[in-house]
């Protein structure tokens, strides 16, 4: 008896549809599972021999081959679960009617029959589709994530004992159909109830966040403890604007792949804001493992990496974060596979100007104790080639009394989000037919094509660039930084007031800090 079922898979966060193919025949009674699966597939045959018996189902005692194709492909996970278990039904016929045909089954089972939900869905979904694939048996947990790609009949599974009489299954393409305790439709992302309103003074700061939140720049926040560093990188996503379809989209894939995808009627709207703690391994930060995950780097694609005390973290970590802020993508090599998950997020770190945190800033009750080899080998913790990579360089200073009344105008992020708002839709009709959407990322040609300058922009820049001794790398950064400020301005051109602005924002560049 022969039976052949689809199945889905991740390589890396995009799902592989894969046949599964059942062989029952006469010999001795036994299991055998082909096609490189992992030490989680081949278990799966006791799972499923349990979860059959335990449903009422026979498992047949004769000899089994289970095959997945394409066979030179390495497969991992538990999703294969449920495949197997209808296939085998299936193919020894106590299954009342087949399943529509080419249906995507995916799953983990229990020993007791219940279906448990898997990470990846929404990747394997979207990949079936592709490959014309228009019906889904799945965990009911899944069900409302599989119901987040158009075209896709759902239906939702809680036990392999539903299994009995295919005819009975229910199957929705529609998420009022699906009862949840969240209404369909509803917002679940989380509130912001912070506002940059509470920040009070520090207007250049807001000014450069403004800046890099409108171009996606990276940007470093220097200064001593208390001025409100965290404070303000903390509210970025409060001014960001809201991702199109096909970030969210490619944002959920990768959240769902690393399964922290929370069950829920929408895509991910809000963009990622990911702050991992200073310990955090480099693996951790850009992925990795024997079956490689995402990241924080890709956990934080489309939207902000967060890395308070930047000279804390080890600096091996650090430098692992060159490649992906240049290529904005992370490329694991393994022995039987190559997996590629895409970075392309907004850098926003902190840190103070030396290891007590008061250098320049020194007052009766605070004085700097740090000497100059003390403050050269803090700073040294943070190499020149990462540096070079974060467009803006924000010194935060203390602030006076008068300063933190509260009184004169505060910029609220309403306010902020707003400028943010414009400036991006300038660059969006800007870079139409380009495959690009930020300032921060034009490089080559395009980059001289969108920054034009007149001579006396050209004349100042070059002076620039001669008396502080700027890379390649900087100078085209500053080009970058100033585009953002004319579009902030609705500025077709460039002029050297915006450019001016720009060099300011290079602080480390101008002088040690």
């Known amino acids: 008896m022969y039976g052949k079922v689809f199945s889905a898979c991740l390589q890396g966060i995009d799902g592989k549809v894969i046949e599964v193919e059942l062989d029952i025949s006469n010999g001795l009674p036994q299991t055998i599972v082909v096609g490189l699966p992992d030490s989680a597939i081949r278990e799966a045959v006791e799972r499923v021999r349990s979860a059959i018996r335990n449903c009422g189902f026979v498992f047949p005692m004769e000899r089994i081959t289970v095959n997945l194709a394409p066979a030179d492909l390495r497969k991992e996970g538990s999703a294969f679960d449920l495949a197997i278990a209808a296939g085998i039904l299936a193919a020894s016929g106590q299954t009342s009617r087949m399943l529509p045909p080419r249906t995507l089954i995916v799953g983990e089972l229990a020993l007791d029959g219940s279906v448990r939900p898997v990470p990846g869905v929404l990747s394997m979904v979207h990949s079936a589709r592709d490959k014309g694939i228009g ?12 119901l987040l790609i158009e075209g896709i009949r759902v239906c939702p599974l809680a036990h392999l004992r539903e299994l009995k009489d295919c005819s009975e299954l229910e199957f929705i393409n529609d998420m009022n159909c699906l009862d949840r305790k969240i209404p369909a439709g509803s917002d679940t992302s989380e509130p912001w109830f912070e506002d940059y309103s509470d920040v009070a003074g520090q207007h250049l700061a807001k000014r450069a966040l403004t800046i890099a ?8 926040l220097i200064g001593p403890p208390g001025t409100g560093k965290t404070m303000l990188l903390r509210r970025l996503p409060t001014i960001l604007a809201e991702m199109s379809e096909e970030e969210a989209l490619e944002v959920t894939k990768i959240h769902s792949a690393a399964g922290k995808f929370r069950e829920q009627a929408r895509l991910i709207r809000t963009r990622p804001f990911r702050s991992p703690h200073h ?40 430098e692992v974060l060159r490649q992906p802020l240049e290529d904005r993508q992370v490329t694991i090599g393994r022995a039987r596979a190559v997996y590629t998950f895409p970075s392309r997020f907004m850098l926003a770190a902190s840190m103070n100007p030396c290891p007590c945190g008061y250098r320049g800033a020194e007052t009766e009750s605070h004085q700097c104790i740090c000497s100059p080899l003390k403050v050269q080998q803090y ?29 004169g105008p505060s910029s609220s992020s309403a306010d902020m989000r707003k400028a943010v708002a414009a400036a991006q839709g300038r660059q969006e009709a800007r870079y139409r037919n380009m495959p690009i959407r930020f300032n921060s990322e034009l490089s080559g040609q395009t980059l001289r094509r969108a920054c034009p300058l007149g001579k006396e922009a050209r004349a100042l820049l070059e002076a620039c660039y001669q008396t502080l001794g700027l890379s390649v790398r900087a100078h085209d950064r500053i080009l970058k930084i100033a585009r953002t400020i004319a579009d902030l301005e609705d500025c077709e051109n460039i002029s050297a007031a915006h450019l001016a602005e720009a060099i300011q924002y290079r602080h480390l560049d101008k002088k040690p800090v």
Do not use: W
Request: proline residues 7%; glycine residues 12%.
């Open 135 to 146: 019906t889904v048996l799945l965990p009911a947990e899944n069900a409302a994530e599989a």
């Open 213 to 220: 939140a409108a171009g996606m720049h990276n940007i470093l």
């Open 279 to 318: 310990t955090v391994s480099a693996a951790g930060l850009i992925g990795g493992g024997t079956v490689p995950k995402p990241g924080e780097v890709s956990l934080a694609h489309h939207g902000v990496l967060f890395l308070d005390e930047l000279p804390e973290f080890s600096r091996h970590v650090l």
């Open 379 to 407: 700073l040294s913790r943070i190499s020149g080639p990462l540096l070079d990579r974060i467009d803006l360089h924000v010194e935060v200073p203390r602030m006076d009394y008068s300063q933190l009344g509260g009184s």
